[in-house]
C-alpha cells in the first residue's frame, strides 16, 4: 500500500480518457486495458455491490473476484461476504439472482462493507500488473453508496474519481478526508420534505481500524460537466480541489445534462470553451470525439484530449454482452441503428440515449424495483425517511406522493443495465430485456473496422485514435 501515499494532485492524466459506463460496460477488465496502453481506464463505480453478489452467485468462474478478495486489507470482514453469497460453479441459469438490500440512507454495517469490498475488487483488478493509472465514475445522482465507494475505491489505490450526473460540489472536500480516514457526511438529496431537518449520509472508516493504518492518496477530482457556467461554479464553490473536468457534449451515451429549452437541444447546449481555458485547469472533451481528427480537434481547442464511451463500449474487452455489440456494430453497417435521447425514461429525470430495440415488443418497461439505486428519497408527513422510485410500481409510487406524470415513460434502468452486462435479473422464468445505452456518434466503425471485421480491441481503438496524431508527431 506504499504507494497509496503519493498525492496524485500534480499527476498529469493521459490524453484519452476511457470513460466511465454503468453497469459495469466500463469494467475492471476494459479499464485495465486501457491502462495498460498508457491512457486512463475507468471503472463505473455504479451498483459495483450488486455487480459482486451476481459475479459471486455465477460461480466466479475465472476466479478472479476471489482473487480480488484475498487481496482486500481484512480478511474477517471479506469472509462473510463469501460465504452468503459464492455458488460453487455458478447457479442453475433460470433461477434468479439473490437481492441485496436496497441501498439506504443509513446503512446497515454489512452492506456498508459490501458496498466498499466491491468498490476495491473492481479498482484493483482494473491496477493489476501494470503501472497505469486508472479512476472510477460515479454518479452525484446515486449518492446513497457513494461515500463507502470511495472509500473502498481508495484503498486499492485509485488515481481519479470521475463524476457527473449533477453538481458535485461536496466530493472534494470528501476525498481530502478519506485520504486521511476522517469521518465524512454528505448532505441527502431529498426530492420533498415536510420538516426543516437536514439528513445525512455519513461514514467513519475509524469504525474499521483494521483498514486505515495509513494515509491514502487523494485522488484527482475530474467532474463531468455541460457548460461553463457549471465550471465556473465547480472552481469557486466546491469544498476542495476540482483537478479538471470532462465536456460532455449532449450526443454522448449515457444520461445527458438537461436541455435549457425543455425537450430539445439547441446551440446554447455546447460548453463555451473559451471561457473554460482561463479557468486553468485541464479538460477533455466528449461525445462523438472518438476519431484522430477530433482528437487533434480537441487539442487544436486547448483540451488536454478526448474522453471517449461508446466506441470503447462496443470493443471487445467491455462489459456489454458480445451479441449487443455484434448487434449494433451490424446495424450501424445496414443502416437501422436508432438512439434516441428519451427525456422521460430515466428516474433520474435526466435525459438519457437509449437504443431503440428491434424487436419493439420487448420495450415494454419492467415496473418491478428491486435494485434500488435510483429511488427518490422523501420526508413522509411524520418527518421520517422514505424510498420511492418513479420507474416502480404506479401505484405505490402515486400513494406515496409522485406524480403521474413523473412515473409515465419510465423505465427500470437499475434492472435493464444489469441484463445489457449479462447480469440480468430472472424473473417468472423469463430475463429481463437489456435497456441499452449508447452514445449518437457510432462513425467511428467506418474508419476503425475494415468491412470483413466484426469486432475490435480496446487498444485498437486507441492505436486508431491516436494514429494520426502520431504521424503529426513525428512529423514536428
Ligand atoms: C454504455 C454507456 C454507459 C455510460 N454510463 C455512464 C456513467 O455511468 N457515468 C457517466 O458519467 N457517464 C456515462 N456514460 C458516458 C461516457 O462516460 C462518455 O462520457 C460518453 O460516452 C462520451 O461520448 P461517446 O459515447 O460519444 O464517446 C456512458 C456511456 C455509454 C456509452
Known sequence: MKENLINSHHLELPEIIQGGMGVAVSNWSLARTVSQCGELGVVSGTALDSVLVRRLQDGDLSGEVRRALAAFPDQEMVAPIVEKWFIEGGKAKDQPYRLKPMPTVKMRREEEVLTMVANFVEVSLAKEGHSGVVGINLLEKIQLPTLPS?????????????????????????????????????????????????????????????????????????????????????????????????????????????????????PRDTCNLEKLIPLGKPFWLAGGCASPQRFREAKALGARGIQVGTAFACSDESGALPEIKRDVIE?????????????????????????????????????????????????????SIAYRCPAGPRE?????????????????????????????????????????????????????????????????????????????????
Open 150 to 266: 470511495l472509500y473502498g475505491a481508495m484503498l486499492a489505490g485509485v488515481d481519479a474519481v470521475l463524476m457527473g450526473g449533477g453538481i458535485p460540489l461536496a466530493i472534494p472536500a470528501v476525498l481530502d478526508a478519506l485520504s486521511k480516514s476522517a469521518p465524512v457526511e454528505l448532505k441527502v438529496n431529498m426530492v420533498s420534505t415536510v420538516t426543516d431537518q437536514t439528513h445525512l449520509l455519513q461514514f467513519d472508516p475509524s469504525v474499521y481500524p483494521s483498514l486505515c493504518a495509513e494515509a491514502l492518496k487523494r485522488p484527482q477530482f475530474i467532474a463531468v460537466i455541460s457548460s461553463d457556467i457549471l465550471a465556473k461554479t465547480l472552481v469557486k464553490k466546491a469544498s476542495g480541489s476540482v483537478d479538471g473536468f470532462v465536456v460532455e457534449h449532449y450526443d454522448a451515451g449515457g444520461h445527458n445534462a438537461p436541455p435549457r429549452r425543455e425537450g430539445a437541444y439547441g
Open 331 to 383: 446495424r450501424h453497417r445496414n443502416g437501422t441503428l436508432e438512439v434516441i435521447t428519451d427525456f422521460k425514461a430515466s428516474p433520474t429525470g435526466y435525459p438519457f440515449k437509449r437504443l431503440v430495440p428491434t424487436d419493439r415488443s420487448v420495450s415494454e418497461p419492467c415496473r418491478v424495483c428491486d435494485l434500488g439505486y435510483l429511488r427518490h428519497v422523501y420526508e413522509k408527513v411524520d418527518g
Open 396 to 476: 405505490r409510487y402515486l400513494a406515496s406522493g409522485g406524480t403521474e406524470a413523473e412515473a409515465e415513460g419510465k423505465h427500470c434502468l437499475c434492472n435493464g443495465l444489469m441484463a445489457t452486462i449479462g447480469l440480468g435479473q430472472i424473473r417468472d422464468g423469463q430475463a429481463i430485456p437489456p435497456l441499452i445505452t449508447f452514445g449518437e456518434n457510432l462513425s467511428f466503425l467506418d474508419s476503425l473496422l475494415q468491412p470483413f471485421e466484426t469486432s475490435y480491441t480496446a487498444e485498437q481503438l486507441i492505436a486508431h485514435l491516436r494514429s494520426e496524431v502520431e504521424v503529426e508527431q513525428l512529423m514536428l
